[in-house]
């Protein structure tokens, strides 16, 4: 048999709690594995100890005051039940969260059609306009004639600072071509300009909260 | 109902029959408390461990199916309730660090607490605290409680060979630690 095998019934057979085969078993055992007696030494420290440490009792009047007591705590319980945190968990929690989510829902799409339009808009204003036609919306939303707001993002931040500029309308088609309005990477549109016309791009628009 | 068996009275009070709560209680609350008091080590945390206890097994009964016996059940709860206890102590004496030694103060000139607690009660009950939930678990179920392996494994839901081997590496230690203990104290 192997040793953890006895090692495992130690404590059992130092308490009595094992059958009287199983008792000759650890006996004979013990007297050939000087591992298992030397653990056998341990577990009879151990015994010993717990053997000679005692706690103390309550009093016996002690028993008699659990059950009064459990229903006074059942009682406030039941009394104070909504200010119990799993009634928040269970229905106050999910409540807000759904309607939480409710109002995301609502949300999301009046956004997506918002930055769709915007982006369509500013799309048109780039490609199906000629140059003249941008140049020409950009005057006419400076000087306050009625523009579509996207066209007028659109036309305001060409015309500033570079008004008529071909190189600019590519490079803001191209990247409107990959991406709705809302984000529009500065970065891509800038990376095909030079240091001036970048300076400028980039003050002009921030003062539109483009960036 | 004195005569009842822990399932019979289970069933009635599920029928509607509310001072089958009340012997159950009678029934195991000896119980409870001393393996509440074995986790914690003090009288009024076992207390409240032994009053949520039950509390939580008055809001359960009604859905108790007897796919365990009545009193391991109890006892699951109460090992969870007293686990928990522990956890939460730990916790406020980490937080209260400064507090424990002024009570640990305080306690010293309190000569009925010297009495209670002489010094070989509380190396026990040190080595007792510094076991693995688990092995300590096993130790209070199998050495106080004198439960069955299988009673135990019932309660722990563990294997009975993982159970034994618990058992055995708890009583190793406690027995280590109290003669670790000695050693260094009588240098």
Redesign the interface.
């Known amino acids: 048999m192997r040793t953890e095998h006895v090692?495992?019934?130690?404590?059992d057979y130092i308490?009595d709690?094992l059958n009287a085969q199983e008792r000759i078993h650890v006996e004979a055992h013990l007297q050939e594995c000087s591992r298992c007696m030397k653990?056998y030494q341990?577990?009879?420290?151990?015994?010993n100890?717990?053997k000679?440490?005692?706690?103390?009792e309550?009093a016996p009047v002690?028993?008699t005051t659990?059950?009064p007591?459990?229903k006074e705590?059942?009682v406030a319980?039941q009394k104070y039940a909504w200010n119990d945190g799993s009634r928040i968990t269970d229905i106050i929690l999910p409540l807000v969260v759904s309607a939480f989510l409710l109002l995301l829902l609502i949300k999301i799409p009046i956004t997506n059609t918002n930055e769709y339009t915007s982006a369509q808009a500013l799309h048109q204003a780039v490609h199906d306009l000629n140059d003249d036609e941008v140049v020409q919306a950009v005057e006419k939303a400076y000087a306050g004639s009625s523009v579509s707001p996207n066209l007028e993002v659109a036309a305001a931040g060409v015309s500033e600072h570079l008004q008529g500029d071909r190189f600019l309308k590519t490079a803001l088609s191209k990247q409107i071509d990959n991406e709705e309005i809302a984000d529009i990477d500065i970065e891509g549109i800038i990376s095909d300009l030079d240091g001036e016309q970048v300076e400028q791009l980039l003050s002009g628009l921030s003062e539109r909260n483009r960036l | 109902m004195t005569d009842l068996s822990d399932l019979e009275l289970v069933e009635l009070f599920q029928k509607g029959t509310e001072s089958a709560f009340n012997e159950l209680v009678r029934r195991y609350q000896e119980k409870i408390y001393w393996v509440a008091r074995r986790f914690v080590n003090d009288h009024d945390q076992a207390d409240d461990v032994v009053q949520e206890v039950f509390v939580k097994v008055y809001g359960a009964l009604k859905q108790f199916r007897a796919e365990s016996s009545v009193y391991t059940w109890l006892y699951r709860i109460a090992v969870n309730g007293a686990l928990n206890s522990v956890r939460k102590q730990r916790v406020r004496d980490f937080i209260r660090i400064d507090e424990f030694f002024e009570t640990a103060d305080d306690e010293q000139e309190q000569p009925d607490i010297i009495a209670e607690k002489n010094e070989h009660q509380r190396l026990v009950e040190e080595a007792i605290a510094h076991l693995p939930e688990k092995q300590k678990a096993v130790f209070i179920l199998r050495y106080h409680e004198e439960l069955s392996y299988e009673e135990i494994s019932h309660i722990l839901k563990t294997s009975i060979g993982g159970l034994k081997a618990n058992y055995f590496h708890a009583a190793k230690k406690i027995g280590e630690y109290i003669n670790h203990a000695h050693r260094t104290r009588s240098i």
């Not at chain 1, 090692?7 to 404590?11: G, K, S």
């Not at chain 1, 341990?42 to 015994?47: A, H, I, P, Q």
């Not at chain 1, 000679?52 to 103390?56: A, D, I, L, N, T």
Request: aromatic share 10%.
């Open positions: 090692q495992y019934d130690l404590m308490t709690r653990e341990v577990m009879l420290l151990t015994e100890a717990l000679q440490s005692q706690r103390s309550p002690y028993y659990i059950l007591r459990v705590r059942l319980r």
